[in-house]
């Protein structure tokens, strides 16, 4: 039999704990009994474990044992809710967790009767920094030395925060977010790097900085400030200057700039390449010279083409030529002279002095008179010698008696004062004479009156010069007239009587003393002739002696050659 019992309970409320409900049949089958509990709908705090609030997590790791829970009724469900983050399940779960995860996450448990959330908790992301900001953003800053450049803000988005170191090209380090402005020198070129730093790692991000400059310390190449080559090789001189921008380069004697132009290279170098050479550095900033290098050619001695030889007595003869003065190093000389018979020849080294300018001349002496020579000049330097053609020359013949002309014109002189001292000494006696007559006559000599009055006779000779000059001019007469009568006078004054007068156009008689004046005059006209007709002959010889000295030398006469530089 079956026995059915059906039995319902409804509580006047939700108990507050379980209750248990028993329920008891007895039937035919004997006592039958069944319990039930009820219990009640709940749904307590949402509780998170661990109990902290605040988690620091680096960026890359994995969040876990981070889990919820609750006492609820009937059973709860679980989720996580945070940034950019939903989850199903009471543990939260973050891996490899990124920058962009940081922030507050809070779980939920839900059941039929309601939802209950916990408190919340926050995950901060510790990560390096991701990148570095320079403001303003310009990576490249071109100035002038002397310039500068404004403030330049280093910054970057990192957590915990970031500290910034900025370097500079020289290596020194400078701890702040800032790059202050100051003068800027050609040294602070180069690039300056912000680095941002914090526990987890660093970023970097650099600007260049160019300081533009004019060319300073040009310098030529092994610093050398002379060059010496030999004729017919190569000269190669390098330049370099240290200048921003780059420079372009020119050389002395050229046209052209050029930046590949730091080289001068001189092929087959000839005497006119000879000289000072300097290189000029320049670009947009201005330009700078270097030092003076001295190119100097050598080269191998020239051959003497025109050689003068002309002959001092009879056994002396200078040779005389026009050496190449461009030549470097300067030659050295030597005369050489045989006999024309003769096989080797005599060296005669020829030493320059110091007044020589562009003509050489040798004296060459203890020669044969009346023989023939053969002359040639060799010319030798350090790299080589050179001989000249050779020239023929016949010394003079030995003279019989040598006439010294200075000699004779010595004794022609002497002669001459011999003389003048004899016409003195008779001139002297005369005048004596004629004085005493003056006295003992009983003033029977006319005196040269013109109405004015007679001056004072003086006893020294020059002054009777002056004053029979005046006396002609006052009562003789004209110039002309006056020199047809003392000619005539002159002419006469060996047969004419010391007392005898001369006579003047006007018809007047000169006394004795007038007549000695006029005599001693002319006589000093006389020997003043003779002296000078002698001085004549003197230049006229002299004159001839230079006229055949130059001719001999003609062809020697040539304008000194100039070296260029």
């Given at each position: 039999?079956?026995?059915?019992?059906?039995?319902?309970?409804?509580?006047?409320?939700?108990?507050?704990?379980?209750?248990?409900?028993?329920?008891?049949?007895?039937?035919?089958?004997?006592?039958?009994?069944?319990?039930?509990?009820?219990?009640?709908?709940?749904?307590?705090?949402?509780?998170?474990?661990?109990?902290?609030?605040?988690?620091?997590?680096?960026?890359?790791?994995?969040?876990?044992?981070?889990?919820?829970?609750?006492?609820?009724?009937?059973?709860?469900t679980f989720q996580w809710i945070g940034q950019n983050y939903k989850n199903e399940g009471a543990e939260l779960k973050l891996e490899n967790i990124t920058f962009s995860q940081s922030g507050r996450y809070q779980c939920q448990a839900k059941n039929s009767i309601r939802t209950g959330s916990s408190k919340y908790i926050t995950i901060k992301v510790l990560y390096a920094p991701k990148n570095v900001d320079i403001s303003p953003s310009n990576e490249v800053y071109t100035r002038t030395e002397g310039g500068s450049i404004s403030t330049i803000i280093c910054s970057a988005d990192c957590n915990p925060v970031c500290n910034y170191t900025w370097t500079y090209p020289d290596s020194s380090t400078h701890v702040t977010s800032y790059f202050y402005e100051y003068p800027l020198e050609r040294k602070h070129h180069g690039e300056y790097?912000?680095?941002?730093?914090?526990?987890?790692?660093?970023?970097?991000?650099?600007?260049?900085?160019?300081?533009?400059?004019?060319?300073?310390?040009?310098?030529?190449?092994?610093?050398?400030?002379?060059?010496?080559?030999?004729?017919?090789?190569?000269?190669?001189?390098?330049?370099?200057?240290?200048?921003?921008?780059?420079?372009?380069?020119?050389?002395?004697?050229?046209?052209?700039?050029?930046?590949?132009?730091?080289?001068?290279?001189?092929?087959?170098?000839?005497?006119?390449?000879?000289?000072?050479?300097?290189?000029?550095?320049?670009?947009?900033?201005?330009?700078?010279?270097?030092?003076?290098?001295?190119?100097?050619?050598?080269?191998?001695?020239?051959?003497?083409?025109?050689?003068?030889?002309?002959?001092?007595?009879?056994?002396?003869?200078?040779?005389?030529?026009?050496?190449?003065?461009?030549?470097?190093?300067?030659?050295?000389?030597?005369?050489?002279?045989?006999?024309?018979?003769?096989?080797?020849?005599?060296?005669?080294?020829?030493?320059?002095?110091?007044?020589?300018?562009?003509?050489?001349?040798?004296?060459?002496?203890?020669?044969?008179?009346?023989?023939?020579?053969?002359?040639?000049?060799?010319?030798?330097?350090?790299?080589?010698?050179?001989?000249?053609?050779?020239?023929?020359?016949?010394?003079?013949?030995?003279?019989?008696?040598?006439?010294?002309?200075?000699?004779?014109?010595?004794?022609?002189?002497?002669?001459?004062?011999?003389?003048?001292?004899?016409?003195?000494?008779?001139?002297?006696?005369?005048?004596?004479?004629?004085?005493?007559?003056?006295?003992?006559?009983?003033?029977?000599?006319?005196?040269?009156?013109?109405?004015?009055?007679?001056?004072?006779?003086?006893?020294?000779?020059?002054?009777?010069?002056?004053?029979?000059?005046?006396?002609?001019?006052?009562?003789?007469?004209?110039?002309?007239?006056?020199?047809?009568?003392?000619?005539?006078?002159?002419?006469?004054?060996?047969?004419?009587?010391?007392?005898?007068?001369?006579?003047?156009?006007?018809?007047?008689?000169?006394?004795?003393?007038?007549?000695?004046?006029?005599?001693?005059?002319?006589?000093?006209?006389?020997?003043?002739?003779?002296?000078?007709?002698?001085?004549?002959?003197?230049?006229?010889?002299?004159?001839?002696?230079?006229?055949?000295?130059?001719?001999?030398?003609?062809?020697?006469?040539?304008?000194?050659?100039?070296?260029?530089?």
């Open positions: 039999m079956n026995n059915t019992v059906t039995w319902t309970y409804t509580p006047e409320s939700t108990p507050k704990n379980d209750e248990t409900f028993y329920c008891e049949v007895n039937g035919d089958n004997g006592l039958y009994s069944n319990s039930t509990t009820v219990r009640p709908a709940v749904l307590s705090s949402v509780i998170v474990s661990p109990l902290s609030t605040e988690y620091k997590i680096t960026q890359g790791d994995t969040v876990e044992n981070i889990t919820c829970s609750a006492l609820c009724w009937p059973i709860c790097k912000c680095t941002a730093t914090n526990e987890i790692g660093y970023k970097e991000k650099s600007v260049t900085v160019i300081v533009n400059y004019a060319p300073y310390d040009v310098q030529l190449s092994q610093n050398s400030t002379s060059f010496v080559v030999e004729k017919n090789k190569h000269v190669l001189i390098n330049c370099s200057a240290d200048c921003r921008p780059q420079c372009e380069y020119q050389w002395t004697g050229q046209f052209n700039w050029s930046s590949s132009n730091k080289h001068l290279v001189i092929r087959y170098v000839k005497k006119a390449d000879s000289g000072f050479y300097k290189c000029t550095a320049r670009n947009s900033i201005g330009y700078k010279y270097s030092s003076y290098v001295l190119v100097t050619v050598h080269s191998r001695p020239t051959q003497v083409k025109t050689i003068a030889a002309k002959s001092h007595g009879a056994t002396t003869v200078s040779i005389a030529w026009i050496p190449d003065m461009s030549v470097v190093p300067r030659q050295n000389f030597t005369v050489q002279y045989k006999r024309r018979n003769n096989i080797d020849f005599t060296n005669m080294v020829f030493e320059e002095y110091a007044n020589q300018q562009n003509i050489y001349l040798l004296y060459v002496k203890s020669l044969s008179p009346s023989t023939e020579y053969v002359f040639k000049i060799l010319s030798e330097n350090y790299l080589g010698r050179t001989e000249s053609t050779e020239v023929r020359f016949v010394t003079r013949a030995k003279p019989s008696a040598l006439i010294r002309t200075d000699l004779v014109g010595g004794i022609s002189l002497i002669s001459i004062a011999v003389l003048i001292f004899i016409i003195t000494l008779l001139l002297v006696q005369r005048f004596l004479l004629s004085r005493q007559r003056s006295d003992t006559s009983t003033k029977g000599s006319r005196c040269i009156s013109d109405g004015t009055t007679k001056p004072e006779r003086s006893t020294n000779p020059e002054e009777s010069l002056y004053e029979i000059t005046n006396l002609q001019l006052l009562n003789i007469g004209s110039s002309s007239e006056v020199s047809r009568d003392i000619n005539e006078t002159t002419q006469e004054l060996g047969d004419t009587p010391r007392d005898n007068f001369l006579r003047t156009p006007a018809y007047r008689n000169l006394t004795d003393k007038q007549h000695v004046r006029l005599t001693a005059t002319e006589i000093r006209r006389q020997r003043n002739k003779l002296l000078v007709q002698y001085a004549n002959i003197t230049a006229k010889n002299k004159k001839i002696n230079d006229r055949v000295e130059k001719k001999a030398l003609k062809p020697l006469i040539m304008p000194k050659p100039k070296m260029k530089t």
